[in-house]
């Protein structure tokens, strides 16, 4: 059974730019929540999609957004890059809101110049 | 003050040692404690999960929460070089699905 996959696994974009970032939840699974991983703040959450509803949110501006298709997969949209974006995007999935294993892909290094 | 908070270390140990990790959490709601393994330019991969207080045994890893204490700790038997990595607490309530809440990770090196 294939993992969850990100793409693409490396990006270097400018200042002021926009980014899309994408990701492929395990087959049968229909949550796919999305975190920043930077070495000051950790691990945190951005925001969770089913079914193509977005269902819960981070405190994080409103420049990260996102989406999911009808195929489950999804996608996150950061606009006007600040250096601060620079980070590792981590992409979980999970069969359902109820299941409590989240399975994570191998993530987005982002890094913003 | 964070939700939870987790010693990000370094820790340095020789192969064959008992580790010991810990977290602690402020957030009462919080009923689902994980914890995950993250090797270097990889996503973190669950190693064991427990719901509200107990023990949870699994192969040389041992999970416990106490949650009078908000403390949560992983033990690691038997210590191999190949566990050196970063180990993160995770926490969610029942409701908010699929919303973690994670400490700040903690490196771990197995010394041969």
């Known amino acids: 059974k294939a993992g969850v996959t990100q793409t693409p696994r490396y990006l270097i974009k400018t200042r002021g730019q926009q980014v899309t970032l994408s990701c492929s939840p395990i087959?049968?699974?229909?949550?796919v929540s999305w975190y920043q991983q930077t070495p000051g703040q950790g691990l945190q959450f951005l925001f969770e999609y089913f079914s193509e509803t977005q269902r819960n949110k981070g405190n994080f501006p409103g420049r990260f957004s996102g989406r999911q298709f009808s195929n489950s997969r999804s996608e996150m949209n950061v606009s006007t890059l600040e250096l601060g974006d620079s980070a590792l995007y981590l992409c979980a999935s999970s069969s359902s809101g109820a299941q409590v294993t989240a399975f994570f892909g191998q993530g987005t290094r982002l890094t913003v110049v | 003050q964070k939700e939870v908070e987790q010693d990000p270390g370094p820790l340095s140990v020789p192969e064959g040692a008992i580790v010991s990790l810990n977290c602690t959490y402020s957030?009462?709601?919080?009923?689902?404690f994980m914890w995950y393994r993250q090797y270097s330019r990889k996503g973190p991969e669950l190693l064991m999960y427990?719901?509200?207080?107990g023990n949870k045994e699994d192969g040389r890893f041992t999970a416990q929460v106490d949650k009078s204490s908000k403390y949560i700790s992983l033990f690691i038997r038997d210590s191999q070089p190949s566990d050196s990595a970063t180990y993160l607490c995770a926490m969610r309530g029942i409701q908010g699905a699929q919303k973690l809440v994670f400490g700040q990770g903690t490196r771990l090196t197995i010394n041969p």
């Open positions: 087959s049968g699974h229909r949550s």
């Open positions: 957030n009462s709601a919080f009923q689902y």
């Open positions: 427990t719901y509200s207080s």
